[in-house]
């Protein structure tokens, strides 16, 4: 009698928990952390006559004056060079100076440029030509002098550590 008891109690509970399901307690949300090296938006640093270590302490030049960007329609050939870009493959030298060729070479080009004294690149003029360095003098891209004319020596055969 005793088992019968115990087998109509365990019955009757297993219908009453089909027949009327319980809520599952809900799991409380779990908002996504911040990203590793995020800041709190409420945070402000207190420099207390020191400077903020994460901070750059050398400001940077506008994007726009950091980096002249040359103009996307360049002349073919030798116009469309400029003189940054111009790498000196080498020279031919004369007992006359104005038969004195200099190599160059640019990114892009199939082959080199032959040039001689006084021809044009994009922003520059070819100057001199010596047995180991050019000189370009920088001009504006419309042959003008826009900012004040500089000179750049490249050398032909640059040691380590030297500018090419």
Known sequence: MHRVLIL???LTSALSLTAYPQAKPQQPQVEEPPPV???????RYNARGRRD?????VPKLPE?????????????GLKG????????AGVV???EPAMNIVIISAPGAKTPYFAHVGDQLYDGVI????????TFTMTG?????????????????????EEK
């Open 127 to 134: 100057k001199s030509i010596k047995l180991d360095t050019v």
């Open 81 to 88: 060079v400029l003189v940054q870009e111009a790498q000196v």
């Open 37 to 43: 090296l995020s800041v709190p938006k409420d945070y």
């Open 93 to 95: 030298t004369s007992r």
């Open 53 to 57: 270590p994460f901070v750059n302490p």
């Open 141 to 161: 891209p419309d042959g003008g002098n826009q900012r004040a004319a500089r000179e750049i020596v490249r050398k032909v055969r640059p040691k380590p550590g």
């Open 64 to 76: 726009e004056k950091a980096v002249v960007k040359p103009p996307s329609a360049r002349p073919p």
């Open 8 to 10: 109509i109690s365990f």
